[in-house]
């Protein structure tokens, strides 16, 4: 009954509102965003959001595209071992390090009609390796011992051992642009303070790809023009306007209004609930898109909390939810329910870990086994008297997570757990609340990955976000666990696709084992597109439709 209250709050009513007529010429593309950047500078912050906002300005040297095959974007030839732009080196050790080459494609010009140059790229790696730059420290720079400039367009990347990420590079640094804030730089997050991405994002300069930031208002739009010096495709729009409308429901009342013409689908748009309703009740005017994605919906657990100490608790608190009930109810079945941060999508993929399915008796036991006994108030306590209660947190205005929010407190209160909500603005959760780990009990959000993608940034010991490293890395729930970290090594350095996948088997039992966190589902992400919008084809991972957004027209 409780779960069917909850569902109610959703507010499954009809959606009246008038729907905008579609124009028979556009020029003018807004999307509407239910997040906005903390910053705009590309390797700084991991926040889906500012990764969106990027895609259209800034271009990968390589990206995975719809077909989820590695591709280049700023290169002329993606560089593998068959082609002969990757090779085996011996090291002064004795050991075998890699020498991969880039070429870059020859007219290629930062937005100001400056020369994007093999220098930008060895800029970006200096900037990349210092630890007192603010980038996260799991950057894919820091990968590189050297990097030699062969030429204005050609750069040979030099590794320091074998990487199955070798041929993955991502966005480059305007160093006529960037180079003299970064000399000034003195301390530790002096350049994170004082780079243009931050400070002034509309400087002509900054941006490569097929548009440029033409206006910038904090925490309200931002505004893209084409960038006059790109030589690709034409871009299709005059202009793309980012609009950000915080709270889902507003965001859908836009939508419906044609205030807004689309709705992205890679986690900062409307929730899958939403989109779902509005199909029903206006099936024939947008073009919904349901694509399966490697984005994973889970609760970070604070691990200093005394009360998740225990792993036979912190399992209980898995098997006291009935999360398939929950995606099917909530999502249609469209949500499959997690083991692990590996989607079973992944090539990586393994069923063979530890598996924790709705088992009320399960976690009451568990409970019991770990000295939990249920108080007068139904909730669980300690010998000392301590209650088994904690803090659940999530995106402040995104009614979906709230919701789920709610279900989840009700469930785990039928196990004399008390979970109290405390919602955050989302650049609070992510600018300060989850890498400076200040949240006390739980946290619940999404991680959106590449398609082989390492699992070094989030689960890696030496990607604890500190004051030292300047709050760089993602592993936002400190998980340290040696035998993941080797695995993470051998898998990090093996080419062999069969010896991959038996380290990242050895990884998710790991993860499955410890319950570090509480897997939720993967998301199938919702795109509301208008119906004379062509050339859109998502991705399902990391690297989001926008990054080939040139292609996007209307018609």
Request: charged share 20%; net charge negative.
């Amino acid at each position: 009954m409780q779960f069917r209250s909850a569902l109610a709050l959703l507010g499954l009513t009809a959606l009246t509102a008038p729907i905008a007529p579609a124009f028979a010429a556009k020029d003018t593309l807004t999307i509407g965003i239910a997040q906005f950047p903390s910053s705009l500078h590309p390797d700084i912050d991991a926040e889906v959001v500012k990764k969106y906002a990027d895609g259209f300005v800034i271009r990968q040297i390589t990206a995975f595209d719809k077909d989820w095959k590695n591709s280049c974007l700023l290169c002329t030839e993606l560089p593998t071992v068959e082609n002969g732009l990757a090779k085996m080196e011996d090291l002064p050790d004795g050991k075998k390090g890699m020498a991969v080459t880039i070429k870059l494609k020859p007219d290629l010009k930062w937005s100001d009609g400056v020369p994007v140059t093999a220098k930008d790229l060895a800029f970006t790696w200096k900037v990349g390796k210092d630890p007192n730059s603010g980038f996260s420290n799991v950057n894919i720079w820091t990968r590189a011992t050297k990097i030699d400039v062969v030429d204005d367009h050609t750069a040979v990347i030099h590794l320091p051992g074998i990487m199955v990420s070798y041929n993955q590079w991502d966005e480059i640094l305007p160093e006529h642009v960037e180079g003299p804030i970064y000399d000034k730089a003195t301390g530790g997050g002096d350049y994170l303070k004082a780079t243009n991405y931050n400070r002034a994002p509309t400087t002509p300069g900054l941006y490569d790809g097929p548009y440029m930031i033409t206006q910038y208002d904090s925490g309200s739009q931002i505004v893209m023009e084409p960038n006059p010096y790109w030589s690709g495709t034409k871009p299709g729009f005059k202009r793309i306007i980012l609009k950000h409308i915080e709270n889902t429901a507003a965001l859908q009342a836009n939508l419906l209004s044609g205030d807004v013409d689309m709705v992205a689908g890679e986690g900062i748009g409307l929730t899958i609930d939403q989109v779902l309703d509005l199909r029903k009740q206006h099936p024939n005017e947008f073009t919904y898109i349901f694509k399966p994605s490697l984005t994973y919906e889970h609760i970070d657990i604070q691990k200093d909390n005394p009360v998740f100490k225990d792993l036979k608790t912190r399992e209980a608190l898995v098997y006291a939810l009935d999360r398939k009930s929950l995606t099917d109810k909530l999502f249609q079945g469209l949500q499959p329910v997690a083991a692990t941060w590996v989607n079973p999508l992944n090539p990586n993929y393994t069923k063979d870990t530890a598996e924790y399915p709705y088992n009320l008796a399960k976690a009451k036991s568990l409970l019991a086994e770990a000295g939990w006994k249920p108080g007068p108030d139904g909730i669980c306590r300690d010998a000392a008297g301590n209650r088994l209660s904690f803090e659940l947190q999530t995106t402040a205005g995104n009614r979906l997570r709230e919701l789920v929010e709610q279900v989840l407190q009700s469930q785990w209160k039928a196990a004399c757990i008390e979970a109290t909500i405390k919602n955050e603005p989302p650049r609070t959760i992510f600018g300060e609340t989850l890498k400076k780990r200040i949240y006390t009990g739980m946290v619940m959000y999404g991680w959106s990955s590449a398609v082989t993608e390492s699992p070094l940034r989030t689960l890696g010991s030496s990607q604890i976000p500190t004051e030292t490293n300047n709050y760089g890395g993602a592993n936002y729930i400190a998980f340290s666990n040696p035998d993941m970290d080797a695995a993470i090594a051998r898998m990090d350095g093996e080419l062999e696709p069969a010896k991959q996948k038996a380290d990242w088997a050895i990884a998710q039992k790991i993860y499955a084992a410890e319950v570090p966190v509480v897997p939720l589902f993967f998301r199938a992400e919702p795109h509301i597109v208008p119906k004379w919008l062509k050339g859109y084809q998502p991705t399902g991972h990391g690297d989001f439709a926008c990054m080939w957004s040139e292609n996007w027209h209307a018609e």
